[in-house]
């Protein structure tokens, strides 16, 4: 027998007799910043929340991660901040940038995961298993997608098929409106309702316009559900003459949930006016 077959023959009866008892080497941890909310609420639930070292300014954190430094909006990063922070990954959406900073990132060895905008259930599963499979989060990510299934199916129990709606970003001196290829178009899709709005992206309207929708729903992106809605009403009076407002139908949405189309929390979103509506 020759020496080097008697060594492993030796290694394999030590891994045999103790190699349950010799301590499993842990994945080295990487340092992830996270560039939109609806990425963190991901990294979140796949339990990496260990990893995460930034965030930016539209994530929600868990009171344990409130002291987390911020990077600012995902489409004016800063190359300098970032890279302070030793990131080994920078994990968002496709719209971070600018793009001269984004290949600094990614000149300096710093990993990039960049997910496409989630406009539908599918695309939101498909980037909780990019994030998964490129950050290994297999522990936990068939339980969120169990979890995503149960809400899908949730949801399209509570769909208002027919509902004429919009989706509105109410600011100061202006009423921006909802059209096709936008997360609040992809909003209004997950609870069945039929957009009103017949272009795409986003285009600022009169309060006549919309009146003359006659929508049964208002969507609105904002922070506080009814003082959202008061403003909007004091900002353009011309819409209490909506049927959405005569029935109490104008709901405010986080808008945090939507800056890369729909995210969990968005779906969470959907499930609570599809349940207000039906409520009524």
């Known amino acids: 027998m020759s020496a080097r077959l008697k060594k492993n023959l030796a290694r394999l009866t030590l891994f045999l007799v103790v190699g349950s008892a010799i301590p499993a080497v842990q994945a080295e941890v990487r340092r992830i910043i996270s560039t939109d909310g609806a990425t963190t609420e991901m990294l979140l639930a796949l339990g990496l929340d260990a990893s995460l070292v930034a965030v930016?300014?539209?994530?929600?954190?868990?009171?344990?991660?409130?002291?987390?430094?911020?990077?600012?909006?995902?489409?004016?990063l800063s190359a300098e901040g970032i890279m302070s922070l030793n990131p080994d990954v920078l994990a968002g959406s496709m719209h971070m940038g600018p793009a001269s900073v984004v290949e600094q990132i990614r000149a300096a060895g710093v990993q990039l995961i960049r997910l496409p905008p989630s406009l539908d259930l599918d695309q939101l599963e498909a980037n909780i298993q990019q994030l998964s499979d490129e950050l290994n989060g297999d522990a936990a990510v068939q339980?969120?997608?169990?979890?995503?299934q149960a809400q899908r199916?949730?949801?399209?129990?509570?769909?208002?098929?027919?509902?004429?709606?919009?989706?509105?970003?109410?600011?100061?001196?202006r009423l921006r409106l909802a059209g096709s290829g936008t997360s609040g178009n992809a909003l209004l899709s997950l609870i069945g309702a039929d957009n009103q709005a017949?272009?795409?992206n986003y285009r600022t309207v009169t309060a006549e316009a919309i009146l003359a929708?006659?929508?049964?729903?208002?969507?609105l992106s904002g922070e506080n559900d009814q003082a959202t809605a008061?403003?909007?009403?004091?900002?353009?009076?011309?819409?209490?003459?909506?049927?959405?407002?005569?029935?109490?139908?104008?709901?405010?949405?986080?808008?945090?949930?939507l800056v890369s189309?729909?995210?969990l929390a968005a779906l969470r979103e959907a499930l609570r006016i599809t349940a207000l509506m039906e409520d009524d």
């Open 153 to 173: 199916v949730q949801l399209e129990r509570q769909t208002l098929p027919g509902t004429r709606a919009v989706f509105l970003m109410a600011g100061e001196s």
């Open 261 to 263: 189309g729909i995210g």
């Open 230 to 257: 008061d403003r909007l009403l004091k900002q353009a009076p011309m819409l209490a003459h909506t049927p959405a407002a005569q029935n109490g139908h104008v709901f405010t949405v986080d808008g945090r949930t």
């Open 143 to 148: 339980a969120l997608k169990s979890e995503l």
């Open 198 to 200: 017949d272009f795409e």
């Open 56 to 76: 930016d300014v539209t994530s929600t954190l868990p009171e344990h991660l409130s002291s987390l430094p911020s990077v600012g909006y995902h489409r004016a």
């Open 213 to 219: 929708l006659q929508p049964e729903l208002i969507v």
